[in-house]
């Protein structure tokens, strides 16, 4: 059986040589094969220390250990949606990027025969290590295990230590003394992790490289779920739903609000031939958003007037406002969630004569609508 090594790291690529170190010494099987999953950022710390200054190498050499499939070809840069390596992963939508990254990564690797994979969220941003848990708690089998390293903190984040050395090596410690490497006490932990692979449904399994990590984590969240509950948060123009937070403009959440007050929408001939949309929406914004480009530029009123009811300078609502700000919202939904429960909330449209017809499907009695 192969043994592979899947491991996490960010700015610490000590991470690799001590997880490695704490293998051999624990007499556990070491990999054949060692991947990484890292960011742009951090790649060139991991190259320079491991390749460039020969650290790999040297654990190998120091302890007669067997040689190990390992080059800059086994680093795997997180990449966006447009297959671009990310950065450093410091903001949201990488976050998003990185979840779906890492859950398809190890989607890949567990699909492999007769293999063993060793996972280690001891490197990396937290959220990585929390992604790559929850991955293995999806796919892992049972040959599969998970572990974390530790290191004494005399030695942690000591950009010059990488492994406890068989013989003496001295670095400055972060009060700038000198400590012995072969002093260094490193500890590996196993996780004890529930294995859901054979306890979920294989549809979300096999599709799961085609869709987003939220998508599975909403798609898992409503799996023996009958009614399943929208909060509706209009102060943090937050949706969440099965457990995802879908996040709106003021103007897209006073849009959502406002076509659930108003159930059934009716936009025919006669709809930009009065005020009160414009009036009722405006309502329902003001509660959400401050922009006076929504007041003046859409609505032609300044939001002073508005607050005093001096409404001589409202505009109708124009049609394409509603096609416009309903595309937006359907846009994100479906980006957030998987079809089947996209479509419970989506803003729907139904053509009849003289105009459409539009109504939010929360409505129709499969949604429990929460407004906190």
């Not at 159930?263 to 006076?292: C, H, I, K, P, W």
Request: with cysteine; aromatic share 10%; net charge negative.
């Amino acid at each position: 059986m192969k043994h592979i090594l899947l491991i996490i790291t960010g700015a610490s690529p000590q991470v690799l040589t001590e997880t490695l170190f704490a293998i051999h010494k624990q007499g556990k099987s070491l990999p054949n094969e060692i991947y990484v999953i890292t960011t742009q950022s951090a790649k060139p710390l991991l190259v320079d220390g491991l390749f460039n200054q020969g650290h790999f190498q040297q654990l190998l050499a120091d302890y007669k250990l067997p040689e190990v499939e390992f080059s800059e070809k086994n680093i795997w840069l997180i990449e966006d949606q447009n297959g671009q390596p990310v950065f450093d992963a410091s903001t949201e939508v990488d976050q998003v990027y990185m979840a779906d990254f890492i859950t398809r990564k190890v989607d890949e690797l567990t699909k492999l025969e007769n293999t063993a994979i060793h996972a280690s969220i001891a490197g990396g941003r937290k959220t990585m290590a929390f992604y790559l848990g929850y991955a293995m708690s999806l796919f892992g089998r049972e040959q599969d295990t998970l572990s974390h390293v530790f290191v004494d903190e005399s030695f942690e984040f000591l950009k010059d230590f990488w492994y406890p050395t068989p013989h003496s090596k001295f670095v400055k410690n972060k009060a700038g003394k000198s400590v012995d490497c072969k002093n260094a006490n490193i500890t590996l932990t196993s996780i004890p992790y529930v294995r859901m692979r054979n306890l979920i449904d294989n549809s979300v399994l096999t599709s799961i490289k085609n869709v987003s990590f939220s998508k599975t984590v909403a798609s898992l969240n409503t799996v023996n779920s009958k009614v399943i509950s929208l909060v509706i948060n209009p102060s943090a123009k937050q949706l969440t739903f099965a457990g995802i937070d879908i996040s709106l403009t003021a103007k897209e959440m006073a849009f959502y609000l406002w076509l659930l007050d108003q159930y059934e929408l009716n936009v025919d001939r006669y709809f930009e031939d009065t005020t009160s949309y414009s009036e009722a929406y405006l309502t329902q914004f003001s509660r959400v958003g401050t922009d006076l480009r929504v007041f003046r530029d859409t609505f032609g009123i300044e939001p002073e007037d508005f607050k005093i009811n001096n409404l001589s300078g409202l505009k109708p609502m124009e049609k394409t406002f509603v096609q416009q700000t309903r595309s937006r919202i359907n846009k994100k939904l479906n980006n957030a969630l998987p079809i089947e429960l996209a479509e419970k909330l989506l803003i729907d449209s139904t053509t009849v004569d003289g105009g459409t017809i539009y109504q939010v499907n929360a409505l129709n009695g499969k949604v429990k609508i929460e407004l906190v």
